[in-house]
Protein backbone atom coordinates (compact mmCIF):
# COMPACT_ATOMS: atom_id res chain seq x y z
CA UNK A 1 0.00 0.00 0.00
CA UNK A 2 3.09 2.33 -0.73
CA UNK A 3 0.87 4.34 -3.04
CA UNK A 4 -1.14 6.00 0.17
CA UNK A 5 1.45 5.66 2.67
CA UNK A 6 1.31 9.44 3.43
CA UNK A 7 -2.51 8.34 4.73
CA UNK A 8 -3.94 6.67 7.72
CA UNK A 9 -4.35 3.01 7.55
CA UNK A 10 -8.21 3.20 7.63
CA UNK A 11 -7.87 5.70 4.67
CA UNK A 12 -5.50 3.39 2.65
CA UNK A 13 -7.70 0.62 3.40
CA UNK A 14 -10.91 2.54 1.93
CA UNK A 15 -8.61 3.77 -1.47
CA UNK A 16 -7.86 -0.08 -1.90
CA UNK A 17 -11.29 -1.31 -1.93
CA UNK A 18 -12.55 0.76 -4.17
CA UNK A 19 -9.87 0.42 -6.63
CA UNK A 20 -10.86 -3.30 -6.03
CA UNK A 21 -14.67 -3.07 -6.62
CA UNK A 22 -14.30 -0.57 -8.95
CA UNK A 23 -15.08 2.61 -8.01
CA UNK A 24 -11.83 4.34 -8.48
CA UNK A 25 -13.17 7.18 -10.92
CA UNK A 26 -10.13 9.07 -12.08
CA UNK A 27 -10.08 10.50 -15.40
CA UNK A 28 -7.06 8.93 -16.81
CA UNK A 29 -7.73 5.45 -15.80
CA UNK A 30 -6.62 2.72 -18.13
CA UNK A 31 -9.07 1.40 -20.70
CA UNK A 32 -8.73 -2.28 -18.49
CA UNK A 33 -9.36 -0.31 -15.57
CA UNK A 34 -12.78 0.82 -17.13
CA UNK A 35 -13.69 -2.18 -18.89
CA UNK A 36 -13.13 -4.03 -15.19
CA UNK A 37 -15.33 -1.17 -13.21
CA UNK A 38 -18.11 -2.08 -15.97
CA UNK A 39 -17.98 -5.67 -15.67
CA UNK A 40 -17.93 -5.87 -12.10
CA UNK A 41 -20.76 -3.32 -11.60
CA UNK A 42 -23.02 -5.06 -14.24
CA UNK A 43 -22.68 -8.19 -12.20
CA UNK A 44 -22.15 -7.28 -9.07
CA UNK A 45 -24.23 -4.11 -8.45
CA UNK A 46 -26.73 -3.63 -11.08
CA UNK A 47 -27.63 -7.67 -11.40
CA UNK A 48 -28.04 -7.73 -7.34
CA UNK A 49 -29.37 -4.94 -6.53
CA UNK A 50 -32.38 -6.01 -9.07
CA UNK A 51 -32.73 -9.39 -7.96
CA UNK A 52 -32.62 -7.56 -4.12
CA UNK A 53 -35.47 -5.23 -5.25
CA UNK A 54 -37.70 -8.14 -7.16
CA UNK A 55 -37.27 -10.22 -4.11
CA UNK A 56 -40.06 -7.64 -2.30
CA UNK A 57 -42.81 -8.79 -5.26
CA UNK A 58 -41.97 -12.67 -4.53
CA UNK A 59 -42.30 -12.20 -0.46
CA UNK A 60 -44.65 -14.71 0.88
CA UNK A 61 -46.11 -12.19 3.54
CA UNK A 62 -45.87 -8.39 5.02
CA UNK A 63 -44.16 -10.32 7.73
CA UNK A 64 -41.18 -11.66 5.43
CA UNK A 65 -40.90 -8.45 3.26
CA UNK A 66 -40.65 -6.50 6.13
CA UNK A 67 -38.62 -8.64 7.89
CA UNK A 68 -36.43 -10.35 5.67
CA UNK A 69 -35.76 -9.01 2.24
CA UNK A 70 -36.87 -4.74 2.81
CA UNK A 71 -34.48 -3.88 5.31
CA UNK A 72 -31.55 -5.12 3.16
CA UNK A 73 -32.91 -3.40 0.32
CA UNK A 74 -33.29 -0.32 1.66
CA UNK A 75 -29.44 -0.38 3.01
CA UNK A 76 -28.56 -1.52 -0.74
CA UNK A 77 -30.52 0.97 -1.85
CA UNK A 78 -28.62 3.93 0.08
CA UNK A 79 -25.36 2.43 -0.61
CA UNK A 80 -26.25 2.89 -4.53
CA UNK A 81 -26.94 6.53 -4.05
CA UNK A 82 -23.96 7.11 -1.99
CA UNK A 83 -21.74 5.86 -4.67
CA UNK A 84 -23.40 7.46 -7.62
CA UNK A 85 -22.66 10.71 -5.71
CA UNK A 86 -18.96 9.78 -4.83
CA UNK A 87 -17.98 8.20 -8.21
CA UNK A 88 -19.72 11.96 -9.68
CA UNK A 89 -17.43 14.05 -7.36
CA UNK A 90 -14.61 11.39 -6.86
CA UNK A 91 -11.92 13.85 -8.28
CA UNK A 92 -12.87 16.23 -5.81
CA UNK A 93 -13.03 13.98 -3.05
CA UNK A 94 -9.05 12.60 -3.79
CA UNK A 95 -8.51 16.93 -4.12
CA UNK A 96 -9.86 17.04 -0.70
CA UNK A 97 -8.02 13.64 0.68
CA UNK A 98 -5.04 15.42 -0.29
CA UNK A 99 -5.29 18.36 1.11
CA UNK A 100 -5.47 16.72 4.52
CA UNK A 101 -1.83 15.31 4.02
CA UNK A 102 -0.69 18.96 2.31
CA UNK A 103 1.09 21.97 4.43
CA UNK A 104 -2.26 23.58 4.79
CA UNK A 105 -3.57 21.19 7.19
CA UNK A 106 0.09 20.47 8.33
CA UNK A 107 0.91 20.43 12.48
CA UNK A 108 2.46 23.48 12.81
CA UNK A 109 4.17 22.44 16.71
CA UNK A 110 5.46 19.19 17.89
CA UNK A 111 2.72 18.76 20.76
CA UNK A 112 0.20 19.53 17.41
CA UNK A 113 1.74 16.42 15.65
CA UNK A 114 1.62 14.13 18.02
CA UNK A 115 -2.15 15.16 18.91
CA UNK A 116 -2.84 14.31 15.61
CA UNK A 117 -0.53 11.07 15.15
CA UNK A 118 -2.74 9.98 18.26
CA UNK A 119 -6.13 10.93 17.06
CA UNK A 120 -5.89 9.86 13.75
CA UNK A 121 -4.68 6.51 15.59
CA UNK A 122 -8.29 6.13 17.20
CA UNK A 123 -9.73 7.32 14.47
CA UNK A 124 -7.96 4.19 12.54
CA UNK A 125 -8.41 1.66 14.80
CA UNK A 126 -12.73 2.86 15.45
CA UNK A 127 -12.95 2.48 11.17
CA UNK A 128 -11.12 -0.79 11.81
CA UNK A 129 -13.69 -1.80 14.52
CA UNK A 130 -16.29 -0.83 12.29
CA UNK A 131 -15.14 -3.22 9.07
CA UNK A 132 -15.15 -5.90 11.37
CA UNK A 133 -18.49 -5.62 12.67
CA UNK A 134 -19.96 -5.24 9.34
CA UNK A 135 -18.18 -8.16 8.19
CA UNK A 136 -19.34 -10.68 11.15
CA UNK A 137 -23.09 -9.29 10.33
CA UNK A 138 -22.58 -10.81 6.49
CA UNK A 139 -20.59 -14.07 7.32
CA UNK A 140 -22.70 -14.94 10.01
CA UNK A 141 -25.48 -16.17 7.10
CA UNK A 142 -22.97 -18.70 6.35
CA UNK A 143 -25.05 -20.79 8.79
CA UNK A 144 -27.74 -20.70 7.05
CA UNK A 145 -25.97 -23.37 4.19
CA UNK A 146 -26.83 -25.96 7.36
CA UNK A 147 -29.90 -25.91 8.77
CA UNK A 148 -31.91 -27.40 5.69
CA UNK A 149 -33.88 -24.33 4.74
CA UNK A 150 -32.11 -23.77 1.39
CA UNK A 151 -32.66 -19.78 1.71
CA UNK A 152 -30.65 -17.18 0.62
CA UNK A 153 -28.63 -15.20 2.98
CA UNK A 154 -29.80 -11.82 2.03
CA UNK A 155 -33.32 -12.57 -0.78
CA UNK A 156 -35.67 -15.37 -1.21
CA UNK A 157 -35.59 -14.28 -5.30
CA UNK A 158 -33.00 -15.01 -7.55
CA UNK A 159 -34.32 -15.00 -11.35
CA UNK A 160 -36.03 -18.12 -11.26
CA UNK A 161 -33.10 -20.61 -10.83
CA UNK A 162 -34.60 -23.93 -8.30
CA UNK A 163 -32.71 -23.77 -5.09
CA UNK A 164 -34.11 -26.95 -3.10
CA UNK A 165 -32.39 -30.53 -2.52
CA UNK A 166 -32.29 -31.71 -5.48
CA UNK A 167 -30.67 -28.40 -7.16
CA UNK A 168 -28.16 -27.91 -4.80
CA UNK A 169 -25.16 -26.79 -7.27
CA UNK A 170 -27.60 -23.52 -8.27
CA UNK A 171 -28.44 -23.30 -4.45
CA UNK A 172 -24.31 -23.10 -3.52
CA UNK A 173 -23.63 -20.79 -6.82
CA UNK A 174 -26.24 -18.16 -6.02
CA UNK A 175 -25.80 -18.32 -1.69
CA UNK A 176 -21.83 -17.60 -2.87
CA UNK A 177 -22.78 -15.16 -5.64
CA UNK A 178 -24.80 -13.11 -2.65
CA UNK A 179 -22.00 -13.60 0.05
CA UNK A 180 -19.74 -12.08 -2.21
CA UNK A 181 -21.76 -9.15 -3.17
CA UNK A 182 -23.09 -8.66 0.16
CA UNK A 183 -19.94 -8.82 1.10
CA UNK A 184 -18.46 -6.13 -1.25
CA UNK A 185 -21.66 -3.90 -0.79
CA UNK A 186 -20.66 -3.86 3.02
CA UNK A 187 -17.14 -2.92 3.09
CA UNK A 188 -17.67 -0.47 0.44
CA UNK A 189 -20.37 1.31 2.57
CA UNK A 190 -17.84 1.19 5.20
CA UNK A 191 -15.60 2.96 3.36
CA UNK A 192 -17.86 5.53 2.40
CA UNK A 193 -18.72 6.17 5.58
CA UNK A 194 -14.73 6.70 6.71
CA UNK A 195 -14.61 9.05 4.06
CA UNK A 196 -17.34 11.11 5.10
CA UNK A 197 -15.99 10.75 8.88
CA UNK A 198 -12.34 11.42 7.75
CA UNK A 199 -12.94 14.55 6.48
CA UNK A 200 -14.60 16.22 8.95
CA UNK A 201 -12.21 14.43 11.38
CA UNK A 202 -9.44 16.29 9.64
CA UNK A 203 -11.42 19.63 9.90
CA UNK A 204 -11.82 19.72 13.67
CA UNK A 205 -8.32 19.11 14.35
CA UNK A 206 -7.65 21.63 12.06
CA UNK A 207 -10.41 23.92 13.70
CA UNK A 208 -8.56 23.00 17.36
CA UNK A 209 -5.45 24.39 15.60
CA UNK A 210 -6.71 27.80 15.08
CA UNK A 211 -8.45 28.26 18.51
CA UNK A 212 -5.02 27.63 19.94
CA UNK A 213 -3.59 30.29 17.36
CA UNK A 214 -6.42 32.50 18.38
CA UNK A 215 -5.47 32.53 21.76
CA UNK A 216 -1.93 33.72 21.35
CA UNK A 217 -3.48 36.19 18.66
CA UNK A 218 -2.74 39.56 20.60
CA UNK A 219 -0.24 41.66 22.18
CA UNK A 220 0.45 43.67 25.28
CA UNK A 221 1.45 47.20 25.67
CA UNK A 222 3.29 49.35 24.43
CA UNK A 223 2.47 48.17 21.03
CA UNK A 224 5.53 48.98 18.55
CA UNK A 225 5.51 49.09 15.05
CA UNK A 226 6.83 45.79 14.19
CA UNK A 227 5.00 44.10 16.97
CA UNK A 228 1.43 45.93 15.15
CA UNK A 229 3.38 44.47 11.43
CA UNK A 230 3.78 41.10 13.34
CA UNK A 231 -0.16 40.65 14.92
CA UNK A 232 -1.31 42.02 11.73
CA UNK A 233 0.43 39.22 9.87
CA UNK A 234 -0.79 36.30 12.43
CA UNK A 235 -4.59 37.92 12.11
CA UNK A 236 -4.40 37.60 8.05
CA UNK A 237 -3.46 34.30 8.54
CA UNK A 238 -5.69 33.16 10.62
CA UNK A 239 -8.33 34.42 9.07
CA UNK A 240 -7.04 32.91 5.76
CA UNK A 241 -6.62 29.38 7.72
CA UNK A 242 -10.26 29.88 8.86
CA UNK A 243 -11.88 30.39 5.38
CA UNK A 244 -9.78 27.80 3.84
CA UNK A 245 -11.47 25.27 7.03
CA UNK A 246 -15.10 26.66 5.91
CA UNK A 247 -14.69 26.15 2.33
CA UNK A 248 -13.30 22.46 3.11
CA UNK A 249 -16.51 21.60 5.36
CA UNK A 250 -18.94 23.23 2.81
CA UNK A 251 -17.84 21.00 -0.31
CA UNK A 252 -17.10 17.90 1.88
CA UNK A 253 -21.05 18.62 2.95
CA UNK A 254 -22.11 19.70 -0.89
CA UNK A 255 -21.02 16.14 -1.91
CA UNK A 256 -22.37 13.73 0.71
CA UNK A 257 -25.09 15.47 2.11
CA UNK A 258 -27.70 14.17 -0.10
CA UNK A 259 -26.19 10.48 0.34
CA UNK A 260 -25.76 11.03 3.81
CA UNK A 261 -29.92 12.23 4.38
CA UNK A 262 -30.95 8.83 2.70
CA UNK A 263 -28.67 6.81 4.61
CA UNK A 264 -30.01 8.22 7.74
CA UNK A 265 -33.70 7.82 6.76
CA UNK A 266 -32.70 4.10 5.68
CA UNK A 267 -30.56 3.61 8.27
CA UNK A 268 -33.48 4.32 11.06
CA UNK A 269 -36.44 2.65 9.05
CA UNK A 270 -33.28 -0.76 8.94
CA UNK A 271 -33.39 -0.36 12.61
CA UNK A 272 -36.90 -0.36 13.58
CA UNK A 273 -36.67 -3.75 11.09
CA UNK A 274 -34.16 -5.40 12.52
CA UNK A 275 -35.62 -4.26 16.28
CA UNK A 276 -38.80 -5.72 14.98
CA UNK A 277 -37.33 -8.85 13.77
CA UNK A 278 -35.48 -9.72 17.12
CA UNK A 279 -38.60 -9.01 18.91
CA UNK A 280 -40.30 -12.12 16.76
CA UNK A 281 -37.68 -14.64 17.98
CA UNK A 282 -35.83 -16.62 20.89
CA UNK A 283 -32.41 -14.97 21.38
CA UNK A 284 -31.11 -17.48 23.39
CA UNK A 285 -32.46 -20.49 21.43
CA UNK A 286 -31.85 -18.87 17.82
CA UNK A 287 -28.78 -17.23 18.55
CA UNK A 288 -27.53 -18.42 15.48
CA UNK A 289 -30.15 -16.36 13.84
CA UNK A 290 -30.14 -13.17 16.62
CA UNK A 291 -25.78 -13.11 15.95
CA UNK A 292 -25.95 -11.57 12.57
CA UNK A 293 -29.09 -9.32 13.02
CA UNK A 294 -27.22 -8.27 16.49
CA UNK A 295 -24.21 -7.33 14.01
CA UNK A 296 -25.95 -5.46 11.62
CA UNK A 297 -27.89 -3.21 14.16
CA UNK A 298 -24.84 -2.30 15.68
CA UNK A 299 -23.25 -1.79 11.96
CA UNK A 300 -26.45 0.28 11.14
CA UNK A 301 -25.94 2.15 13.99
CA UNK A 302 -22.48 3.33 13.09
CA UNK A 303 -23.74 4.24 9.71
CA UNK A 304 -25.75 7.39 11.64
CA UNK A 305 -23.73 7.81 15.02
CA UNK A 306 -20.43 8.30 12.60
CA UNK A 307 -21.63 11.67 10.36
CA UNK A 308 -23.79 13.11 13.54
CA UNK A 309 -20.60 12.77 15.91
CA UNK A 310 -17.81 13.99 13.24
CA UNK A 311 -20.39 17.09 12.74
CA UNK A 312 -21.00 17.86 15.71
CA UNK A 313 -17.09 17.88 16.40
CA UNK A 314 -16.84 20.66 13.68
CA UNK A 315 -19.65 23.06 15.22
CA UNK A 316 -18.75 22.76 18.99
CA UNK A 317 -15.11 23.21 17.72
CA UNK A 318 -16.23 25.81 15.73
CA UNK A 319 -18.31 27.78 17.81
CA UNK A 320 -15.29 27.73 20.44
CA UNK A 321 -13.52 29.93 18.22
CA UNK A 322 -14.79 33.25 19.53
CA UNK A 323 -14.27 32.68 22.99
CA UNK A 324 -10.52 31.73 21.97
CA UNK A 325 -10.53 35.46 20.19
CA UNK A 326 -12.13 37.20 23.52
CA UNK A 327 -9.08 35.34 25.44
CA UNK A 328 -6.39 36.45 23.75
CA UNK A 329 -4.42 39.64 24.63
CA UNK A 330 -6.37 41.77 22.58
CA UNK A 331 -6.72 45.04 25.31
CA UNK A 332 -3.17 46.23 23.89
CA UNK A 333 -4.18 46.65 20.31
CA UNK A 334 -4.90 49.58 18.33
CA UNK A 335 -8.44 50.88 18.00
CA UNK A 336 -8.53 50.08 14.03
CA UNK A 337 -6.83 46.34 15.04
CA UNK A 338 -9.74 46.36 17.57
CA UNK A 339 -12.24 46.64 15.23
CA UNK A 340 -10.95 43.88 12.33
CA UNK A 341 -11.29 41.28 15.70
CA UNK A 342 -14.55 42.09 16.69
CA UNK A 343 -15.73 41.84 12.98
CA UNK A 344 -13.88 38.17 13.31
CA UNK A 345 -16.34 37.73 16.31
CA UNK A 346 -18.57 38.24 14.65
CA UNK A 347 -18.35 35.73 11.93
CA UNK A 348 -17.03 33.21 14.61
CA UNK A 349 -19.60 33.15 16.29
CA UNK A 350 -21.92 31.56 13.76
CA UNK A 351 -21.23 27.90 14.20
CA UNK A 352 -19.90 25.76 10.67
CA UNK A 353 -22.99 23.61 10.87
CA UNK A 354 -23.11 20.72 7.91
CA UNK A 355 -26.64 19.64 7.00
CA UNK A 356 -27.70 16.61 5.42
CA UNK A 357 -30.04 17.14 2.66
CA UNK A 358 -31.14 20.10 3.68
CA UNK A 359 -33.01 18.74 6.43
CA UNK A 360 -30.93 17.18 9.28
CA UNK A 361 -27.62 18.84 11.41
CA UNK A 362 -25.04 16.82 11.26
CA UNK A 363 -25.25 16.67 15.38
CA UNK A 364 -26.18 13.94 17.86
CA UNK A 365 -29.15 15.85 17.82
CA UNK A 366 -30.27 14.28 14.84
CA UNK A 367 -28.50 10.98 15.94
CA UNK A 368 -30.86 10.61 19.05
CA UNK A 369 -34.13 11.85 17.06
CA UNK A 370 -33.31 9.28 14.30
CA UNK A 371 -33.34 7.17 17.37
CA UNK A 372 -36.50 7.88 18.90
CA UNK A 373 -38.30 8.18 15.41
CA UNK A 374 -37.34 4.26 14.84
CA UNK A 375 -38.57 3.11 17.94
CA UNK A 376 -41.82 5.01 17.50
CA UNK A 377 -42.79 3.11 14.26
CA UNK A 378 -41.41 -0.39 15.59
CA UNK A 379 -43.95 0.45 19.02
CA UNK A 380 -46.89 1.11 16.51
CA UNK A 381 -46.05 -2.38 14.47
CA UNK A 382 -45.54 -4.01 17.77
CA UNK A 383 -49.36 -2.71 19.08
CA UNK A 384 -50.91 -3.32 15.44
CA UNK A 385 -49.24 -7.03 15.82
CA UNK A 386 -50.81 -7.84 19.48
CA UNK A 387 -54.03 -6.52 18.09
CA UNK A 388 -54.44 -8.74 14.90
Same mark, same amino acid.
Given at each position: ?6 ? $? ?7 ? #? &?? $???? &? ?6 ? +???? +? ?10 ? +? @? ?15 ? &? ?18 ? $? ?5 ? #? @? ?16 ? *? ?14 ? #? ?9 ? &? ?29 ? +? ?23 ? *? ?29 ? %? ?8 ? $? ?12 ? *? ?31 ? @? ?27 ? %? ?28 ? *? ?33 ? #? ?8 ? %??
Amino acid at each position: MSEFSEY $ILCERLAFW #I &WK $IYGF &WAIKDESP +YYRA +YRWLYHFFFTFI +Y @IFAMFMSSFFAENAEEL &WSEVMFVLLTDTAMFVKYVF $IVNNFET #I @IELHEQTISDDFHPQTDR *QAETRRRLFSRFSNTM #IAYYVCSLISV &WTHLEMLYDGRYKLPFSNWFYWVPMDEENLA +YYHLVFAYEMFGMTGHCVLNVAADS *QLAYLLYAAGLQLDNLREKLVYLGVSKPVSE %NEKAIYYRAF $IDAIEKYYRIYSFT *QKVEKIFSLATFLQICASGVTICAVMFRLSEIN @IVKELESAIPMLFYLLAMLGQILLPCLVG %NEVTYKSSQLTNALFKSDWLGLPVAYKKDM *QRLMLRTSKPITLKAGHFFNYNLETFTSTLNTAYT #IYAVLKHRER %NN
